[in-house]
Nanobody, 115 residues
Framework: QVQLVESGGGLVQPGESLRLSCAAS????????MGWYRQAPGKQRELVAA???????NYVDSVKGRFTISGDNAENTVYLQMNSLKPEDTAVYYC?????????WGQGTQVTVSS
């Protein structure tokens, strides 16, 4: 059974940083295309950052230069380092694992950026 558990969200002020974690079980992150998505109230879920099948990373334009996706195969965990946070980054952030065997989502973690 594949499970993805996100953590690390919270309430921060503009300009601060957070690091989100996505701990995977039942599958290896190296066997999947891993990504982070977010959904703000009243908006559609959007891709924030994801690894490509070649191992490089893609980012939505609004987070380029501020967010970094990384993975630790030994910990079987994917991270999203978020710096210089803005109020428009407020959303529920989800981890996704995709492979030929299936498409899996975590339960999400809330990130709120507010002064």
């Amino acid at each position: 059974q594949v499970q993805l558990v996100e953590s690390g969200g919270g309430l921060v002020q503009p300009g601060e940083s957070l690091r989100l974690s996505c701990a995977a079980s039942g599958t290896r992150i190296s066997d999947n295309v891993m990504g982070w998505y977010r959904q703000a109230p009243g908006k559609q879920r959007e891709l924030v950052a994801a690894f490509t099948s070649g191992g490089s990373a893609n980012y939505v334009d609004s987070v380029k230069g501020r967010f970094t996706i990384s993975g630790d195969n030994a910990e079987n965990t994917v991270y999203l380092q978020m710096n210089s946070l803005k109020p428009e980054d407020t959303a529920v952030y989800y981890c996704r694992a995709s492979s030929s065997l299936g498409d899996y989502w975590g339960q999400g973690t809330q990130v709120t950026v507010s002064s």
